[in-house]
């Protein structure tokens, strides 16, 4: 069997006296979709941050697509996030001054040169074709969303971290995003997406809840089992 | 490359209103180097002109010039036989580099009938240009027999504007006219002023003078320099400085100098710290920004270049204005202050430019460091 | 907060510098000049005619109206005393010295006279206080003419037999220091040593300078000078308060002569001298003091110029750091405004925060903006800088007003926003 994407070894996430994530072990199979639930303050966006590069843990040990991730330098974790990572946020995030089409752009720039037909391409996937000049400030928050799916893909990334990507939308755009989402998992991308909603959640091949940093239990696909991280 | 200008264009008209406030406060401190610069360059110039108002700072005599006084019992007429130098020779000297108010002077004991009176001959058109202090109520003589009345004359003669008063020297007789009073505090309100050939006329010595004052531009070439040059064109007289005029304007015109460049230079504090402040507010705006752009992967080198490249164009274009800000300022300071044409500084326009852009640079390192420091987990949570 | 309060420092620091140099520029300046020398001379009222040709007397009569220099210790009591820098009489006379006819000058090089205790002092138009102590000052052509160059040494005051001879007239004469000359006059003869050579360029170089009391005995007088010149600290006349400029002091109502009595400008300096020496004629010397006053108005003018251009340059920078202060605590702004205060409320919290600040820093910018002034002044000019107290209120409010001024448009655009936008930090 491949070796899986992600591999997290024991992740501990302080601030101070404050323990965001707490002995957390997780590993995400190439192609699965895990959705990682729990309330406020469970330490579910530390850990994506952590797997997504924007963080360092304060203690334990990260290997993504076969690389070891803790330690390195942050010119290196900078690497990792432009080469392989697509990160989808809550509050999307766009750059308020560039286009649809320049965000997406800008995220190829960082990587290696923007090139403007293949960003093209990339938000006609994801049904922006014919918004691709405007402002994020013209644009609904499914449309932004949307843009920020594009983003995160253009430089094919081997994961796609989103961070509760229907948040902040309406149900009829929520349908349209898990619309992509669900395509991307069926193209076999690696998915691991954080959420506080219980359908998104059971949209994944695998869920894991999150509590006080710690984890409490997961699931797969229909069943549910108790357990204890290190049997993961 | 063509992507990064992208950017840049979008970024800067994004925040065009904050951008022209940093663009502002870079045009005010250029324009304060810059006025600075093109007002400085000529402080010197313009303080030195502005202190010849005192006069001659240097002096010709005719060398071994015997004694200029006669005791009680000689008569006073005979007492001058003393040697001149020839107008004719004064003409070169005219034209010495820095030279910018020559008056000779011949000087006699007259006769009048209230009594003894010095009688001065000398370049009253060029007086009148050296001699700024010289206050006259009346009328500048013109003519060949028109005269100038110290105060202190007219009163010991008995003498008004309009009298007539006859002149004597040895045998020679001359009738003349007072058209004007003459005060000065100084030794002039005890004398008599007549042009120049009423009195070589009256002494018997055409185109001789006795004493040249001279008054020489020190802020355009050293006073040493302009004495050796008088000296040589002068061989047969004596270049001497008057020691009172020469030293008191170099002490003043080094204070004034030393003055204006430390103001200068606590002006520039100001001028970096407007542009510090402001480069530092957009930062912290642009913590958000930076954030993102960290997340998506951005490095190092890729941030600096982009904050850079908007601070270089803060820079320059705010440099610009400033500069010709600074110098439409200079030239008003100049024309109002010192009454003169402040000509551009050459090196003015790259001088404030350098300044302004090392400035912006310098003012824009830190609060760019701050900025690329941003941990980007924390500003996309909203911190 | 600790940046805003260091940019008001800053700014403040150099508002004060520069507004402490910059209102007293024509004092400091004015005191370089004196370098020029004396601008004021005093001659015998009904004095005669003089008979000078370049400083050099041709015929001195023998009978002359003279001033009493005992009385110039008087000029030390005047209103402006402290303007008074120096003065020095002399006497010139035509003596023979080897069948020359040479000019011999008799003044004060480097005297020391006292104001004794009890000596009525001018403290106003209308006061006098008498003097507690007394105090002793020096004066003479030392203090008035600091250009006078000397090769050998100087003339002391109380040394009758001691003489200082210009270069040029030593040279025409084949006088060398230590040389012993016999000067005779009207019957009188004196002997004296050469000890020094002047070098001046001027007419000084024509004459031999002795001590006073020397040259009066030469005419069998006890005391006497033909003429005082005195150094006087003046300020122009625009330093004169503005409803009073162009006035005829004759023409004034008395309340305003009082004020223009006590202003150190030439006209008033002139009739306090008079008033202490009733005897004579007290003139200024145009050839100085004019080119000095239209200089120290130009000064006075580009240094104006250049402090409100400073002052709008710090002002926008202390501005620039309040600005950058609030839009800092915009979360702060939201969820006041969140929880229900309005703009007064909202306003007042950071008004006041601001108005604290414009003190704090103001009264630290004071501090070091005088530290500033007085180096810059010890710096440039001779004497140390004369900051006027004007200053601290004027630093105090112009930093507060900044500081507001800045606080005050930031918070007012902030309160415009939603509170969302501002918790949300967009």
């Known amino acids: 069997m491949a070796e899986p994407m992600v591999q997290a070894i024991r992740l501990s996430r302080s601030y101070g006296d404050v323990r965001a994530l707490d002995d957390v072990s997780i590993t995400v199979e190439r192609g699965e979709w895990l959705s990682v639930m729990g309330p406020s303050g469970s330490g579910k966006t530390t850990l994506l941050n952590i797997l997504g590069g924007l963080d360092r843990p304060t203690s334990g040990r990260l290997a993504v697509d076969g690389s070891e991730i803790t330690g390195v330098s942050s010119a290196d974790l900078a690497r990792f996030r432009r080469e392989t990572v697509g990160l989808v946020f809550q509050q999307f995030h766009l750059v308020q001054y560039l286009t649809a089409l320049e965000n997406v752009m800008l995220a190829q720039y960082f990587h290696s040169m923007a090139d403007e037909v293949e960003a093209e391409n990339a938000l006609q996937a994801v049904g922006m074709g014919e918004r691709l000049h405007h402002l994020p400030a013209q644009l609904s928050g499914g449309e932004q969303q949307r843009v920020c799916i594009a983003r995160a893909l253009i430089n094919q990334p081997k994961i796609i971290l989103a961070d509760e990507p229907t948040g902040n939308l309406d149900k009829a755009n929520e349908e349209i995003v898990l619309d992509i989402l669900r395509r991307l998992h069926a193209q076999g991308h690696t998915l691991i997406v954080v959420t506080h909603d219980i359908r998104v959640g059971d949209l994944a091949d695998r869920l894991v809840t999150l509590d006080h940093g710690r984890v409490m239990r997961t699931k797969t696909n229909g069943e549910s089992v108790e357990g204890r991280s290190d049997e993961l | ?383 | 907060m600790l940046i805003a309060v260091l940019a008001v420092t800053t700014g403040a620091s150099l508002a004060a510098a520069l507004l402490g140099i910059s209102l007293d520029i024509t004092g400091q300046m004015g005191r370089e000049l004196r370098a020029y020398g004396a601008n004021i001379l005093a001659s015998p009222a009904n004095g005669d005619l003089r008979l000078e040709i370049g400083g050099v007397p041709v015929r001195v009569p023998g009978e002359r109206t003279l001033l009493d220099e005992n009385e110039l210790v008087k000029l030390k009591t005047i209103f402006w005393r402290h303007n008074i820098v120096g003065f020095a009489p002399y006497l010139t006379n035509l003596v023979q010295v080897n069948g020359q006819t040479v000019a011999l000058t008799g003044t004060w090089f480097d005297r020391l006279l006292t104001l004794p205790k009890g000596a009525a002092l001018r403290t106003g138009f209308a006061n006098t206080q008498n003097a507690s102590v007394d105090t002793t000052f020096q004066t003479g052509v030392r203090t008035i003419a600091p250009w006078w160059q000397v090769q050998g040494d100087w003339v002391q005051d109380d040394d009758l037999t001691s003489a200082m001879a210009g270069a040029r007239l030593a040279q025409r004469m084949s006088w060398q220091l230590g040389d012993e000359i016999v000067a005779m006059t009207m019957g009188r003869t004196a002997r004296f040593r050469i000890v020094g050579l002047v070098n001046t360029g001027g007419y000084e170089e024509d004459q031999v300078f002795v001590a006073l009391p020397a040259a009066q005995g030469l005419l069998g007088l006890a005391k006497g000078a033909d003429r005082v010149q005195i150094s006087a600290l003046v300020e122009p006349d625009s330093k004169l308060r503005p409803d009073l400029r162009g006035l005829d002091p004759s023409e004034m109502t008395p309340d305003q002569y009082a004020t223009w009595y006590c202003s150190p400008i030439m006209g008033a300096i002139l009739t306090q001298i008079r008033e202490a020496m009733p005897g004579a004629e007290v003139a200024r010397i145009r050839q100085i003091s004019q080119a000095e006053v239209d200089f120290l108005d130009r000064i006075g003018l580009l240094m104006s110029l250049l402090t409100i251009i400073a002052l709008g340059g710090s002002a926008l920078a202390v501005m620039t750091a309040m600005t950058a202060s609030v839009m800092e605590r915009r979360a702060e702004i939201g969820l006041m405004k969140a929880l229900g205060a309005d703009e007064r409320q909202v306003g007042m919290i950071f008004l006041s925060e601001a108005a604290l600040i414009g003190l704090a820093g103001g009264a630290a910018g004071y501090a070091l903006g005088l530290g500033l002034a007085k180096g810059l002044a010890r710096t440039v000019f001779s004497a140390g800088a004369n900051v006027p107290a004007v200053v601290l209120p004027i630093t105090l409010l112009l930093a507060m007003a900044v500081a507001l001024l800045g606080s005050a448009l930031p918070v007012r655009q902030a309160m415009r926003l939603d509170p969302v936008r501002l918790l949300r930090g967009k």
């Open chain 2, 1 to 383: 490359m063509s992507f990064a200008l992208r950017i840049l264009s979008a970024s800067l008209r994004h925040q065009r209103a904050r951008l022209s406030v940093a663009a502002l406060a870079m045009a005010l401190g250029s324009a304060l180097v810059s006025g600075l610069v093109n007002l400085s360059g000529d402080v010197g110039g313009n303080v030195g002109r502005e202190l010849r108002a005192y006069g001659a700072n240097l002096v010709i005599r005719p060398r071994e010039q015997p004694l200029l006084v006669g005791s009680e019992a000689l008569d006073l007429g005979a007492v001058l036989a003393a040697s001149t130098i020839p107008e004719s020779d004064l003409r070169s000297a005219e034209r010495v580099e820095g030279v910018v108010g020559l008056v000779p002077y011949l000087y006699v004991v007259a006769q009048t009938d209230g009594g003894p009176a010095i009688l001065a001959g000398l370049d009253l058109v060029a007086a009148q240009t050296l001699n700024a202090w010289w206050q006259v109520q009346g009328l500048w003589p013109k003519a060949e027999d028109e005269v100038l009345a110290g105060i202190r004359a007219a009163a010991a003669l008995n003498l008004k504007p309009g009298d007539s008063l006859t002149i004597r020297y040895g045998r020679q007789t001359r009738d003349v006219r007072v058209v004007g009073l003459l005060e000065t505090g100084g030794a002039e309100d005890d004398q008599l002023f007549a042009d120049l050939p009423t009195v070589q006329t009256l002494t018997g010595q055409p185109g001789q003078v006795g004493l040249v004052m001279v008054g020489a531009l020190t802020s355009v070439r050293p006073l040493e320099a302009m004495v050796k040059e008088l000296q040589t064109l002068l061989p047969e007289a004596e270049v001497g400085t008057l020691q009172q005029f020469a030293k008191a304007e170099a002490t003043v015109l080094d204070k004034v100098r030393l003055l204006i460049a430390l103001v200068a230079g606590l002006v520039l504090i100001a001028g970096a710290l407007t542009v510090a402040g402001t480069l530092n507010t957009i930062a912290i705006e642009r913590r958000g920004e930076v954030g993102l752009m960290k997340a998506l992967g951005a490095n190092d080198r890729r941030l600096a270049g982009l904050f850079l490249g908007e601070a270089l164009t803060v820079g320059a274009a705010g440099g610009m204005v400033g500069y010709l800000a600074g110098l439409a300022l200079a030239v008003a300071i100049g024309r109002n202050v010192f009454e003169s044409t402040i000509t551009p500084a050459v090196w003015g326009l790259p001088g404030t430019l350098l300044v302004g852009l090392g400035v912006t640079l310098a003012a824009g390192l830190v609060p760019m460091r701050q900025a690329m420091s941003v941990d980007p987990a924390r500003t996309l949570r909203g911190e």
